[in-house]
């Protein structure tokens, strides 16, 4: 079987040329998107992925900015920090970057967003409209999953969906998102039994589990969709994904490419979002 890349990247470049598009149109009735990252302290991994995000927003025209903090920035001040932003007018998008440092509780901060700022759709009132099928932000990296799959016309109805991963970040909504497109889905996690024989039974797996090659060919079923979400480093510090890609070429109809494929649709979801909060409020 001939396997194809779910490319990702590709998607990406279309969806920001048209972005560039929507953010002309925008900047003619005199409003420029903002979008506004909070990165507090030195996690290496939090700094790329700020980096890519500031590059690719200035590079669709949103006028984007980074407020770096030290690692001991206190939770009062760091609120402080986003409740003027949620202030700001010329802020569209605020997004505090996860993880935060251990003496910070991430849900008190996510929780002092203005809701209607919350472009990573993780504030609990944009999770529940999202639960609830109303309208809001929605969690990027699940969102620009079901972007990719539709692209490619993957067929999701009555389908038999695994999602390995159960986070609030990826498992949980994209549970959700593929139920919402009629598939029939199960959620594995690193407690479930026999994980790999029911993983071998999905027709569409996604796996989101934070360990480098755990899927391998032998533990997917003949013309599988894999949608691989894993970002882990090997020993030679080479970028790996959760899923074997080699061994299941030849195996799987699908799979995403890991650099190159889940990664670039988050962030470009992100930059959706933050030019369509900028829509909604003029």
Do not use: W
């Not at 760091?78 to 849900?107: A, R, Y």
């Not at 190159?260 to 988050?266: D, H, K, L, S």
């Amino acid at each position: 079987m001939d396997t194809q890349l779910l490319d990702g990247k590709k998607l990406a470049q279309k969806m920001q040329a048209e972005m560039k598009e929507r953010v002309s149109l925008l900047k003619e009735k005199g409003i420029i998107p903002g979008l506004t990252v909070i990165l507090v302290g030195e996690d290496k991994a939090s700094q790329v992925y700020v980096r890519n995000k500031e590059r690719q927003a200035k590079q669709a025209g949103i006028n984007s900015q980074v407020i770096r903090l030290p690692e001991e920035t206190s939770q009062v001040d760091l609120i402080k920090q986003v409740e003027q932003l949620n202030q700001d007018s010329t802020v569209h998008g605020i997004l505090v970057q996860l993880p935060l440092p251990k003496h910070i509780d991430e849900q008190t901060v996510l929780l002092s967003i203005a809701y209607e700022k919350d472009v990573d759709g993780f504030h609990p009132m944009n999770m529940g409209n999202f639960f609830l099928g109303n309208d809001g932000a929605l969690p990027c990296t699940p969102y620009g999953i079901m972007k990719l799959l539709a692209e490619y016309d993957i067929s999701l109805e009555g389908k038999r969906a695994v999602v390995i991963g159960r986070s609030n970040i990826v498992g949980k909504p994209m549970a959700v998102m593929l139920m919402n497109e009629h598939a029939t889905v199960t959620i594995a996690h690193s407690r479930t039994q026999d994980l790999k024989a029911l993983a071998k039974q999905a027709d569409i797996l996604v796996v989101a589990i934070g360990r480098g090659h755990f899927i391998t060919g032998d533990d997917i079923k003949e013309g599988a969709v894999v949608v691989d979400v894993g970002m882990n480093r090997n020993d030679e510090g080479k970028l790996i994904g959760d899923v074997d890609t080699e061994s299941v070429k030849g195996i799987a109809s699908y799979v995403t490419p890991v650099p190159g494929g889940v990664g670039p649709m988050t962030i470009t979801m992100l930059l959706d979002q933050t030019i369509q909060k900028a829509e909604e409020l003029n």
